[in-house]
């Protein structure tokens, strides 16, 4: 595992794209399609169920039309909350309870009070921050203790609006940026990685699990 530095490291430069125009303009027309493959889907789908209590309040940030949540969060859990970049896509999502449109590259904090959340999800879209470790204090803040954070990652993204240090990295890079992210954030405990990528005949997208706890 990648030692990082007791300071950031990062350069202005590390987070610039080729694109740096207004990310409203480039979500403007909805994107109703999926951005991992089905196998990847039906993993990330998988680790959820497995993994968040019913009963739980949940956050997906950076969300859109799915989360990706089962079938029966919307029954089992207290409140499933989104915010993300399209109006129109979150009113499609059906699995939210309540949703707040958010560019987090304009302004990284979250529309909630402190300790409201028991879990928050991001699904392939850290890539896209310019503002990561900014975000994740915000999920920290509004984390209850114990409460934990899921960031998933592939190895797909709109290359133009990927930050640019994203775009010269591997996927276990990846895994131990978005761990540096969480350290420099600080309020959580050890991360945890995991490959959940799907088994079988034929070619799928990898995905990849960095878990972080609040600390208590």
Known sequence: VKEWPEEAPFAPEDFSREDPTNDRSFYTIPRL????????????????????????AVLDICS????????????????????GMSKLELKANDQLTDFEEKDLNMDPTLPYEDGTFDVVTCVVSIDYLIHPM????????????????????SNRCFPTKAISMWLQMNDRQHLELI????????????????DITASGAGICDPMFIVEGVKSA
């Open 64 to 83: 859109s039309w799915v989360s990706h949540y089962p079938m029966e969060f919307p029954e089992t859990m207290s409140r499933i909350s989104g915010t």
């Open 33 to 56: 399609v999926y951005h991992i493959d089905e196998p990847a889907v039906a993993s990330l789908t998988q680790y959820y169920r497995n993994n968040i209590q019913p009963g739980s």
């Open 179 to 194: 761990n540096g992210y969480f350290q420099y954030a600080g309020g959580f405990e050890p991360r945890k990685a995991f």
């Open 134 to 153: 900014e975000v994740l204090k915000e999920v920290n803040r509004v984390l209850k203790p114990g409460g934990k954070a899921i960031i998933s990652q």
